[in-house]
């Protein structure tokens, strides 16, 4: 069963790219803290 395509409109689509940047840059956000609390952490120990 499949749903009825239907066009994408201007702001259905804005909202999709707006919570599409915010989970990309929180997880871009992320990996580059635990890539700085790593290199912290190898200066620390060694």
Same mark, same amino acid.
């Given at each position: 069963?499949?749903?009825p395509?239907?066009?994408?409109?201007?702001?259905?689509?804005e909202?999709?790219?707006? +919570? @599409?940047?915010?989970?990309?840059s %929180?997880? +871009? @956000?992320?990996?580059?803290?635990? %890539?700085?609390? @790593?290199?912290?952490?190898?200066?620390?120990?060694?």
């Open positions: 069963m499949t749903a395509y239907h066009e994408m409109t201007e702001e259905e689509y909202d999709k790219l707006r +919570t @599409l940047v915010r989970i990309v %929180a997880s +871009t @956000l992320g990996l580059c803290s635990f %890539a700085a609390g @790593l290199l912290i952490g190898a200066f620390v120990l060694f």
